[in-house]
């Protein structure tokens, strides 16, 4: 009965556009956010029960007073210091919706090739309740991986995510294991997903702390920005619809939308009944690039958004640490010294380059107390990570590496 009803649904909207809203266009096929959220505005009236609440970022000595907001949490973050410039309940547990699938894109992105073929099975194109974000992708339906980001992006499509989820891990439970790992692995410790797309679920849910993890890991990712930044794409007709779809991205921040921000280069909608309207934006001016989250908004959190990038941009500098990029020395422990390739009491350090913070204009580098920590890297190396604070709050970090090699004996084929 679902398939019916919906196989019926797609062919009535596909006619009515070409035959209506795009006289002698190819067709569009795409839905609003889930639950089919209304139409911003710029002023919410009355204001939310939140917006009288104070940024945590208010209690730190001579940082710029933040701007009051409706959504129940939010944080903006500089993406290349790690600088968090404002935070409200920034750590307090609350349903994701369609931003949840930023963290499905970068899975997709670090695991798939974008020219692979992605086949809907049944179960992702009928997996969705009725109503909800979808481009009607039917059972047996082939794309490149490309276009099913492309619709899981710009058209949050609920059925392409479970699509794509089967398509990295071999199905959705496997897929939403690989999700709560990455989680961990980049630090997040309020977030558990239960799914790829964000439909509601009482499992669920994350942070805009961990979000803004996410969402800058997933920037740096040159595939994820693909997608992300996307304003139109088009799908051309495929072996089950014959007509080609457009994509229009639903952020409304982006260049030549209803709200349109100077620097807003892409990000995430969402929308469900629980959840409220999150939203991720990147925006970059000169040499700041900032991504803002905002949770259990009302409108769209589009005027969230702008007072808050307003806010970083407007009142925030870059600061140059001025470290010695030259090579540091460190004493070795004494089993180190036996393990690595030098073999003495010493080990090479160095920085690859200056070290930024981001913090209030007028803020000088005397200002911050280093925090220094020897981790261990990848290849099983010393790298001494250094943490710039300000009050105790994180404005700034960088790392240096071991310049040398692991010795031989370590190498060695025989180990």
Excluded at 32 to 45: G, K, M, R, V
Excluded at 124 to 132: F, N, Q
Excluded at 164 to 181: C, H, I, P, Q, R
Excluded at 255 to 275: F, I, L, N, P
């Amino acid at each position: 009965m679902v398939k019916i009803k919906k196989q019926k649904l797609r062919k009535w909207l596909c006619s009515i556009l070409c035959a209506g809203l795009f006289i002698s266009q190819p067709c569009f096929i795409y839905a609003e956010e889930e639950n089919s959220q209304a139409e911003a505005t710029p002023t919410p009236i009355p204001h939310t029960e939140y917006y009288k609440e104070k940024a945590d970022t208010d209690s730190l000595t001579g940082w710029p007073e933040a701007p009051k907001i409706e959504g129940q949490s939010a944080i903006l973050l500089d993406m290349q210091t790690g600088s968090v410039l404002y935070s409200k309940n920034a750590d307090k547990k609350l349903y994701p919706a369609s931003i949840t699938k930023i963290m499905t894109t970068l899975l997709a992105c670090e695991n798939l090739k974008l020219e692979d073929k992605l086949v809907m099975s049944e179960a992702a194109a009928y997996g969705i309740e009725t109503g909800s974000s979808s481009i009607y992708a039917d059972t047996g339906e082939e794309f490149t991986v490309e276009q099913a980001l492309m619709a899981v992006m710009l058209e949050s499509a609920n059925e392409v995510s479970l699509a794509v989820a089967e398509k990295t891990s071999g199905s959705v439970k496997k897929f939403v294991e690989l999700m709560n790992k990455r989680a961990r692995e980049l630090g997040c410790t309020g977030t558990h997903f239960n799914n790829p797309n964000g439909l509601p679920d009482k499992n669920h849910f994350t942070t805009a702390a961990d979000m803004a993890k996410i969402a800058d890991a997933a920037w740096h990712n040159p595939l994820f920005r693909k997608f992300s930044t996307r304003i139109l794409y088009e799908i051309p007709p495929t072996n089950k619809f014959g007509e080609t779809r457009y994509f229009l991205n639903h952020h409304k921040m982006m260049e030549g939308r209803d709200y349109a921000y100077e620097g807003v280069m892409g990000g995430k909608t969402g929308y469900t009944d629980d959840a409220g309207s999150t939203l991720v934006t990147y925006a970059k001016r000169g040499e700041m690039r900032l991504v803002a989250v905002v949770m259990n908004s009302i409108n769209g959190a589009y005027a969230d958004t702008a007072q808050l990038l307003d806010y970083g941009f407007n009142n925030f500098q870059k600061v140059s640490m001025k470290v010695n990029t030259n090579t540091v020395m460190r004493r070795n422990l004494p089993c180190e010294k036996y393990l690595l390739k030098n073999c003495g009491n010493d080990m090479a350090f160095y920085y690859p380059h200056q070290i930024y913070v981001t913090v209030p204009k007028g803020f000088t580098s005397d200002m911050m107390t280093l925090k220094r920590t020897t981790l261990e890297s990848a290849v099983g190396m010393p790298v001494i990570l250094n943490e710039y604070y300000y009050e105790d709050h994180l404005v700034g970090k960088g790392v240096q590496y071991e310049k040398e090699l692991l010795s031989e004996l370590l190498l060695s084929p025989s180990l």
